[in-house]
């Protein structure tokens, strides 16, 4: 079954507490991209990724960075979360960057920073 | 700042209405519109896109119409049904595949 997993789907933790939640997909996407969805602001582009080891900011990068070193996984990394960063997240892959229907999201990932 | 404006917030419509959903954006980079459809403890899911030298792109029931100079594009869903009821999204992207979202409309069709 093609699908974007993500891990964990809910998180609770303190600040500066470093976290990763990971995303994993099985489609061979090319492209790979990190949403944050808080309420009233709809979903906001935190990184973005063409390729493997091929990635640039969204709209909100702050206070996050990415890796991909395999096609198939694009962690989001938080190195010292903020309570401002409690949202959810969501990952998502597509064959190409916007193109067609071929656009999957991931589940989300609930997360709260006390 | 937003840089892709979304209207109404909610819409309430009785089945078989029509709903629609507007969108304004400001940058004219912009040179892909989709809109996603996304229910409650789901991700969304791309619903229907168009590009800007098209002023019009209709699948099924839904329905993008564009107007470039006024920089506006709208969601049109023909014969609203209660399983439409979720929150829509219209997006706008670069050609650096940035991908900026409207704040989201909850539409809800009474049965």
């Known amino acids: 079954e093609a699908q974007v997993t993500q891990n964990p789907r809910y998180l609770i933790t303190v600040t500066g507490k470093k976290l990763t939640v990971t995303c994993s997909q099985n489609?061979?996407?090319?492209?790979m991209s990190w949403y944050r969805q808080d309420p009233g602001l709809g979903l906001r582009q935190i990184y973005y990724?063409?390729?493997?080891?091929?990635?640039d900011k969204g709209d909100v990068p702050e206070g996050y960075k990415v890796s991909r070193k395999e096609k198939r996984n694009f962690p989001l990394i938080l190195e010292s979360p903020s309570p401002n960063q409690t949202s959810l997240y969501f990952c998502a892959s597509s064959p190409r960057p916007t193109g067609g229907k071929a656009q999957y999201f991931g589940p989300g990932t609930r997360l709260l920073v006390l | 700042q937003q840089q892709v404006k979304q209207s109404p917030q909610s819409l309430i419509v009785q089945k078989g209405g029509i709903s629609i959903i507007n969108c304004a954006y400001e940058?004219?980079?912009?040179?892909?519109f989709p809109w996603y459809q996304q229910f409650p403890g789901k991700g969304p899911a791309l619903l229907i896109a168009i590009r800007p030298d098209v002023s019009e792109k209709k699948e099924g029931r839904f329905t993008i119409s564009f107007n470039k100079s006024a920089k506006q594009f709208s969601l049109h869903i023909m014969d609203s049904q209660p399983g439409d009821s979720a929150t829509y999204f219209c997006a706008a992207r670069t050609s650096g595949s940035r991908l900026t979202f409207g704040e989201g409309t909850q539409l809800t069709v009474n049965p």
């Open positions: 990724s063409m390729n493997v080891e091929v990635t």
């Open positions: 940058n004219t980079a912009f040179d892909y």
């Open positions: 489609m061979n996407h090319e492209y």
